[in-house]
């Protein structure tokens, strides 16, 4: 059945994947929902092929007609509050217009003017990258924007998020390890047709995996730009560096780090009185997001080191409830795949993540998905041996979503026997969403590629860890 499905969602037809969908719901019907206390090991069974890059003449990265038409739309939020937005776009033949023209239904059209880069690596020049910020937009509004100027002008539109408070609903989509295959292509248009709706992106890092191509051929990074848009141009997505967006290429003389990316995907770090792109936080609705770079200095004294040390301790939970961490390399990760590289900066951060309650961390790296319960390990102290990680209910759930499907293919192989802290694992591709109802509920579901879109092969109801830390995972549930 599973392989039925696959190929079905691979030829991207209505009709087959309708047929798909049925399939799958007929296979839900039959197969029993377990109810989790325990662990599980899926036993869901897939076709485990390397996923295959779409080719360059591929319908999803079409370059938009007209000459220097704006391309790779893609935007952010602009600062802590979610009242500014960054846009940014390309274009090719010349430099063009700075200028984003935006207006809401009730008010008049306004313009912002931002700044425009390029970068060079190896034989690669960039196009054209356009920045501009959008200050003082009012809360939960709809805006519509236009890029470019006469015959190439592309509107698009976002909508601004609710005013940061301790009851506002909000749900944010969760993608990992995207890259540019045909998979990739399925896990993205199954977050947008999920009936949940995303509102925006948490994006825990390797984006286009440029790098896999010769000399990393950054035409990759143009090519994930495009394929994006018809996302990222309308709603935000909030970036995370993963080594996969290092491009070191001492080999061809490239030695910035993250070049290409910190060129691409500007956030805004300074706001949060980060001093790097690569870590940084923003308040949306009624969450605190806290985003950090696996891929840093991270150790005592260092500049991410000081910064967090001087952050957490800032988070307002009367503001906002809900505590998430975004970073790519995860603390708990019972695949075979990048088995325990987090663990030194899980000696540095994970303390603090308990001290202050972190309700959840997200990460990506491992292309598998994986949900843990909520334990800790910080009880270990050299001499005392103490080095099993144990139930701790102010301790976050690590979840695993490095599983956007991209050309290295999944992660199969599994530690073996499951470790007692691992709640569910299963190497599908997906996403998911994290949908926050109020102060003390949020309902969490991934989707697998190879269900239908409202299916959840995995969910939980978190129970928020400063307002109501009861254990909550017996309202897991995954098949
Ligand atoms: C860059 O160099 C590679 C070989 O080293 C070549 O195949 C490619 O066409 C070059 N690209 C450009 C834009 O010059
Ligand atoms: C990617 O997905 C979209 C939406 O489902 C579809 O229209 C498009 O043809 C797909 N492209 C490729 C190359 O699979
Ligand atoms: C960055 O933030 C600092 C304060 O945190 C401020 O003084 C400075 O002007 C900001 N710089 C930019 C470019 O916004
Ligand atoms: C925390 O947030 C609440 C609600 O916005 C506010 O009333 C309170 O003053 C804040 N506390 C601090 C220490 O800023
Ligand atoms: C799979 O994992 C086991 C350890 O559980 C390891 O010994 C083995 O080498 C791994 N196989 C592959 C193909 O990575
Ligand atoms: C919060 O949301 C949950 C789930 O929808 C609901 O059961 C609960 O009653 C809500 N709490 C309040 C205070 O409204
Ligand atoms: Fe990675």
């Given at each position: 059945m599973a392989k039925m499905v696959l190929v079905s969602l691979a030829s991207a037809s209505t009709s087959s994947r309708v047929a798909a969908a049925i399939v799958v719901v007929l296979g839900l019907v039959l197969s029993l929902v377990v109810v989790c206390n325990g662990g599980k090991t899926s036993s869901f069974v897939r076709k485990v092929e390397k996923s295959e890059v779409m080719p360059l003449d591929s319908d999803v990265f079409k370059v938009p007609p007209g000459y220097n038409a704006p391309q790779q739309v893609h935007i952010t939020q602009g600062d802590q509050l979610g009242k500014a937005v960054i846009v940014s776009w390309v274009t090719v033949d010349e430099p063009g217009s700075n200028t984003v023209v935006y207006w809401s239904a009730k008010g008049i059209k306004e313009m912002a003017v931002g700044e425009v880069t390029t970068y060079k690596f190896y034989n690669y020049t960039s196009g054209y990258i356009h920045h501009t910020i959008i200050s003082n937009l009012n809360f939960d509004t709809k805006y519509h924007y236009v890029v470019g100027i006469d015959h190439t002008k592309r509107q698009f539109w976002f909508i601004t998020p609710p005013e940061v408070g301790p009851d506002v609903p909000y749900t944010f989509g969760l993608i990992g390890d995207l890259g540019q295959t045909y998979d990739s292509n399925a896990t993205l248009t199954h977050y947008e047709l999920n009936p949940q709706k995303g509102q925006a992106v948490l994006f825990v890092g390797d984006l286009s995996y440029a790098d896999l191509h010769p000399n990393h051929d950054n035409v990759r990074w143009d090519t994930w730009g495009r394929f994006t848009e018809r996302s990222v141009a309308y709603q935000p997505w909030i970036w995370t560096a993963g080594n996969h967006d290092i491009d070191f290429a001492p080999e061809i003389g490239e030695i910035e780090p993250f070049k290409p990316y910190t060129h691409r995907y500007p956030v805004p770090h300074n706001a949060s009185g980060s001093t790097s792109p690569l870590w940084y936080s923003i308040k949306r609705a009624s969450a605190y997001i806290i985003v950090l770079?696996?891929?840093?200095?991270?150790?005592?004294?260092?500049?991410?080191?000081?910064?967090?040390?001087?952050?957490?301790?800032?988070?307002?939970?009367?503001?906002?409830?809900?505590?998430?961490?975004?970073?790519?390399?995860?603390?708990?990760?019972?695949?075979?795949?990048?088995?325990?590289?987090?663990?030194?900066?899980?000696?540095?951060?994970?303390?603090?993540?308990?001290?202050?309650?972190?309700?959840?961390?997200?990460?990506?790296?491992?292309h598998a998905y994986e949900r843990s319960h909520r334990i800790s390990n910080v009880a270990y102290n050299i001499v005392n041996g103490n080095c099993i990680p144990v139930k701790d209910q102010s301790a976050p759930v690590y979840i695993t979503i490095g599983d956007g499907g991209n050309s290295e293919g999944l992660a199969t192989n599994m530690t073996e026997p499951r470790p007692a802290y691992s709640s569910f694992r299963e190497a599908s591709f997906g996403h998911a969403t994290f949908g926050i109802k109020n102060q003390t509920h949020a309902y969490y579901g991934w989707h697998r590629n190879q269900d239908g879109y409202p299916v959840t092969a995995d969910s939980m109801w978190f129970l928020n860890r400063y307002y109501n830390p009861d254990d909550e995972s017996t309202s897991a549930q995954h098949y």
């Open positions: 770079s696996s891929y840093s200095a991270y150790g005592k004294y260092t500049p991410q080191n000081r910064w967090i040390e001087e952050e957490l301790p800032k988070v307002n939970r009367s503001e906002t409830p809900w505590l998430i961490v975004l970073m790519h390399s995860p603390f708990y990760n019972s695949y075979t795949k990048h088995y325990m590289e987090g663990e030194t900066m899980r000696v540095m951060y994970e303390p603090s993540f308990v001290k202050y309650k972190v309700d959840v961390v997200f990460t990506g790296h491992v």
